[in-house]
């Protein structure tokens, strides 16, 4: 499985970005897919996830309510809208495939070892 994410730059505080997530070499619709980042200096975090079939999603505390998941299975890919932007988004997003099948278990789906693939990453910078 490829992974290609796309979507990020620079933007001011407030500001909106989205996030693309773009699959290749599997049966993307079958898994669960994420959205992690990691800001400089700090851990890989979980920001959300949304179940194979787009039915179900989750989201980190700290972008509920700002952020959006989707999915399009038949362009095998995955958004994230962010809105609102603050400076403290500004990381290295990266998305991920899981490893189970038709399988979206809390707490499992925001451990970075559910994931078995995984893109580049894109750069999201907020200014404040």
């Known amino acids: 499985v490829q992974l290609q994410a796309s979507g990020g730059g620079l933007v001011q505080a407030g500001g909106s970005l989205r996030l693309s997530c773009e699959a290749s070499g599997r049966t993307f619709s079958s898994y669960t897919v994420a959205w992690f980042r990691q800001g400089p200096g700090k851990e890989r975090e979980f920001v959300s996830a949304?179940?194979?079939?787009?039915?179900?999603?989750s989201y980190a505390d700290s972008v509920k309510s700002r952020f959006t998941i989707s999915r399009d299975n038949a362009k095998n890919t995955v958004y994230l809208q962010m809105n609102s932007l603050k400076p403290e988004d500004t990381a290295v997003y990266y998305c991920?495939?899981?490893?189970?099948?038709?399988?979206?278990?809390?707490?499992?789906?925001?451990?970075?070892?559910?994931?078995?693939?995984w893109g580049q990453g894109t750069q999201v910078t907020v200014s404040s």
């Open positions: 949304i179940s194979w079939s787009g039915s179900s999603t």
């Open positions: 991920a495939v899981g490893r189970r099948a038709y399988y979206y278990g809390h707490p499992y789906y925001s451990e970075v070892g559910e994931y078995a693939y």
